[in-house]
C-alpha cells in the first residue's frame, strides 16, 4: 500500500519561509512526476509546483521566484521551500505523486495535506 504524508505546514508571518516535505512510501516501483497543489477555502485546488524524474520543474505563476521544489536525487520525497510568504498563500498544500505500485498500473496517489496560514 502505497502512502503520501506531508509535513512542515504551519502559522508564519508574512515574508516569512517554511519548508514543506512529502515522502512516499510502500511498494512503489517507480514514481515518474511529483507535485504540489494548494486549496484555499471556498477555491478549486490549484497546482502550485511540479517536477519530472529528471528534475525537470515549472511554476505557478504566483510563486515563480519565491517557491522551489526539489526532488534529491530523484528518490521518493519531494520539496517545497517557500519564501517570501505572502497572506494570499494560505491554504492547505497537498502532494501527488504519478507512479506505479507493485502489481499496479502507474496512478495517481495524494498525500493527506497540510495547512499553511500566512499571517499579515
Known amino acids: 500500500q502505497v502512502q503520501l504524508v506531508e509535513s512542515g505546514g504551519g502559522l508564519v508571518q508574512a515574508g516569512g519561509s517554511l519548508k514543506l516535505s512529502c515522502a512516499a512510501s510502500g511498494s512503489i516501483l517507480k514514481i515518474n512526476n511529483m507535485s504540489w497543489y494548494r486549496q484555499a477555502p471556498g477555491k478549486q485546488r490549484e497546482l502550485v509546483a511540479t517536477?519530472?524524474?529528471?528534475?525537470?520543474?515549472d511554476y505557478e505563476d504566483s510563486v515563480k521566484g519565491r517557491f522551489t521544489i526539489s526532488r534529491p536525487n530523484a528518490g521518493n520525497t519531494v520539496y517545497l521551500q517557500m519564501n517570501s510568504l505572502k497572506p494570499e498563500d494560505t491554504a492547505v498544500y497537498y502532494c501527488n505523486a504519478f507512479l506505479r505500485a507493485y502489481a499496479e498500473n502507474f496512478r495517481l496517489y495524494w498525500g493527506q495535506g497540510t495547512q499553511v496560514t500566512v499571517s499579515s
Open positions: 517536477i519530472t524524474d529528471t528534475g525537470t520543474t
